[in-house]
């Protein structure tokens, strides 16, 4: 497996990426993936400032995600050129 | 002879999708309904008699997931499982059909018989999409109905077809198969399972949550042989995919259910961005974000008091113009002094001084619910609930607090963990409900003008954040994060607005009314028998010499423990008159607004935080408040004495 320690935290609003894993407690992270955050799964940051919790948008719904949590979501950026997979 | 048989149908689905609002449309119901997830913390029950058929419908919290993850997730699973409904129906929102399949699958899994509600479907038709509801109601092996249930729509079917398969009582159960490496495990468990132990859940259900380490399950079942050899596929499985066997058969339950989605939606023009995007740009930006929701704070609150105080002078003078029809009744002063004095002034209080205040306040609230900003307030202060140890959801209950305490205290259900939930049930009873707003508004702002009242406000808010950090440190454990849905803005349906604010007065009206009239004639007839002097004189010391408030103060807070409005009804009522500068001094009145504000929670939170947490957790936060308060206004009464007469 490759390290990768890009977290949602590093993905600016407006860009793009895919889910790797969720490094967390079983509970929290669980929920996650009920919610659609899935390995493979695209994900678009709507809004990501360091004032507030990280919203993205998954499968037509927006999720509020707070930072604590958002730091532990290992995503891999995805370019431009595969917009919309 | 048919014999008459009571159904049982559960309402269950994605949090915020609309199930409360189906129930009260087809049960007549009361349920509380709003614009973001977890309103509803407890199952309510309804029911729906027509043509010999007797059905209880059951409302179930929202939920994303048969696991127990939370405790809705817990109750409504176990309810679906060991209660063992006719017929669930399960509410989905159609413009999120991906998702709210996921749980659709799982539901199947627990093989319940299920009539699918396609509901909000107007939404999805405004995005330029549709929903072949034939072709998903083969896939699923499940009717599928589109509603609109806001705009009661589409729900006579709904209830047809519910009817229908209740009175066929035939029980269908049709399976959605997974991978082949997930399905052969679980065919060879539920063998296993079906022939070694009995439990409510079905034994394919129980195959996959043993492989998905369910917790509750697992102790459940306790037989060594088929933990064990669950354990040895969770292994396989991890070792074939590479991930952990719940990562796998959650994404593989979302393959299937993105598979159906996509087969079924049909799109009719192209998207445009909405109009709530667009609001959003201003209603969650860093900065814009929090100017307006300190705007639309203030707006609402000078609303209120201007509305309130308008209406409070006309009803109060029009109720008073009565006096002298009653003084000319042929009574013995006795009855006269109870029947004016007591009843009607009593009724005075009730109608002058606290609904006008309410009135607006709870239409205001209902607007708020409804529209979907209240979670864009949650979002907005998730860093600053940090710092208090909570996460941004705990601000829906605290908000809810600003209604009433009560639902506030049992709203803290939406937070995960107990520790969060009691924190945040603690913060709640310090918001400032209806019936303080009434004191505030009626009193501070009235007399002394709405600055005043605004410091009072902002008194209480920085008491509520000390508060919290106070609880945070010395309260084990980190604050858990958050996680939320945000739900989309929606125009709010002024029937349901309506509904709301008259369910809520509904509560003071009924409940609140008889409490304030009876409590005004208990009074009465003390002052008759001039038992006040020797009550107020006890509580002298603490009212006069250290609140500097009169004596007789210390009895409206007495009876404020009942409703807390009562300490300004009974103000009114001791001194015979709803102006109370002539009565109070300026100090006198910014300390009476303050300490009601803070005192204790009324008999009703008291009661709630029992029932959320033990009589130990809410006498020591009753207990707590009530020292506090007194602590707190003593020390304010010293320091004001330097700057008010």
């Known amino acids: 497996m490759i390290r990768n320690n890009v977290t949602l935290l590093d993905i600016k609003a407006g860009e793009k990426a895919e889910i790797v894993s969720l490094a967390g407690g079983y509970g929290f992270m669980r929920r996650l993936q009920e919610m659609g955050l899935i390995p493979g799964q695209i994900v678009e940051v709507v809004r990501n400032s360091a004032m507030g919790p990280v919203e993205i948008s998954v499968m037509g719904t927006h999720l509020a995600i707070g930072r604590g949590i958002a730091a532990k979501v290992i995503v891999r950026p995805v370019r431009r050129q595969i917009y919309g997979r | ?645």
């Open chain 2, 1 to 645: 002879m048919e014999d008459k048989k009571e159904f049982v149908v559960a309402l269950a689905g994605n949090a915020n999708v609309g199930k409360s609002v189906i129930f009260n449309q087809l049960t007549g119901g009361n349920q509380i309904i709003g614009n973001w997830p977890g309103k509803t913390v407890e199952k309510a029950e309804g029911f729906i008699e027509q043509e010999g058929v007797r059905i209880r419908v059951v409302d179930l919290p929202g939920i994303y997931s048969l696991s127990t993850y939370s405790e809705e997730e817990i109750v409504s699973r176990e309810f679906i499982a060991k209660e063992k409904p006719d017929l669930v129906i399960n509410v989905v929102d159609a413009v999120n059909l991906e998702r709210n399949l996921f749980f659709t699958l799982q539901l199947i899994e627990l093989e319940v018989p299920l009539v699918i509600a396609l509901n909000q479907y107007d939404i999805l038709e405004r995005k330029g999409l549709s929903i072949n509801g034939k072709k998903l109601s083969e896939l699923l092996g499940v009717p599928v109905i589109k509603t609109v249930a806001v705009h009661n729509k589409g729900l006579t079917e709904l209830f047809e077809i519910v009817r229908n398969a209740l009175l066929k009582g035939e029980k269908k159960v049709s399976h959605l198969r997974y991978g082949k490496e997930v399905e052969s495990r679980i065919k060879e468990l539920s063998e296993i399972i079906s022939k070694k132990v009995k439990t409510y859940y079905p034994p394919r259900f129980v195959a996959i949550k043993l492989l998905e380490n369910d917790p509750l399950i697992k102790k459940e079942i306790k037989d060594e042989e088929i933990l064990k050899k669950a354990d040895k596929f969770r292994k396989e499985l991890k070792e074939i995919h590479g991930e952990e066997a719940e990562t796998v058969i959650i994404s593989e339950r979302y393959a299937i259910a993105s598979r159906i989605a996509e087969s079924v939606i049909e799109r009719k023009s192209t998207l445009k961005e909405s109009m709530g995007d667009w609001f959003d740009k201003i209603a969650l930006d860093k900065v814009w974000g929090y100017v307006f929701f300190i705007l639309v704070t203030i707006g609402i609150f000078y609303a209120v008091f201007k509305f309130g105080s308008f209406f409070s002078d006309l009803l109060s003078n029009w109720l008073e113009s009565f006096k002298p029809i009653f003084m000319r009744m042929p009574l013995t002063p006795f009855w006269n002094k109870i029947l004016w004095d007591g009843i009607m002034e009593g009724v005075i209080a009730g109608i002058g001084i606290v609904l006008p205040y309410i009135a607006p306040f709870y239409l205001i609230l209902a607007f708020l619910e409804d529209s979907g900003y209240l979670a864009r307030i949650a979002f907005l202060t998730d860093n600053v609930m940090h710092k208090l140890g909570l996460h941004g959801k705990a601000f829906m209950p605290l908000i809810e607090g600003f209604g009433c305490n009560v639902p506030a205290v049992l709203g803290t259900r939406i937070m995960e963990r107990d520790r969060d939930r009691f924190i945040a049930a603690i913060l709640a009873t310090l918001v400032p409900c209806s019936a303080r707003t009434v004191i505030i508004l009626g009193l501070v702002a009235t007399f002394l003008g709405p600055v005043y009242a605004l410091i009072i406000y902002v008194l209480d808010f920085i008491l509520i954040l000390i508060t919290g950090r106070i609880l945070n440190k010395f309260m084990k454990g980190t604050p858990s994060g958050l996680i939320m849905e945000m739900p989309r803005y929606r125009k709010p349906v002024m029937k349901i607005i309506l509904k709301q604010t008259w369910i809520r007065l509904k509560d003071f009206v009924y409940f609140a009314f008889p409490i304030i009239i009876v409590a005004n004639v208990v009074m009465e007839i003390f002052s008759i028998f001039n038992w006040i002097k020797p009550v107020a004189n006890f509580l002298k010391p603490v009212m006069t010499d250290f609140l500097g408030l009169p004596p007789l103060a210390g009895i409206t807070f007495l009876f404020g423990i009942l409703r807390k409005e009562l300490t300004l009804v009974m103000l009114s009522t001791l001194y015979h008159t709803t102006n109370f500068a002539k009565v109070l001094t300026p100090r006198q009145i910014f300390i009476f607004g303050f300490v009601t504000m803070i005192y204790i929670p009324c008999v009703a939170t008291i009661a709630a935080l029992k029932r959320e947490f033990g009589w130990k957790r809410a006498t020591a936060v009753t207990v707590g408040e009530f020292v506090g308060a007194i602590v707190l206004g003593g020390i304010l009464n010293q320091i004001l004495k330097l700057f008010m007469p």
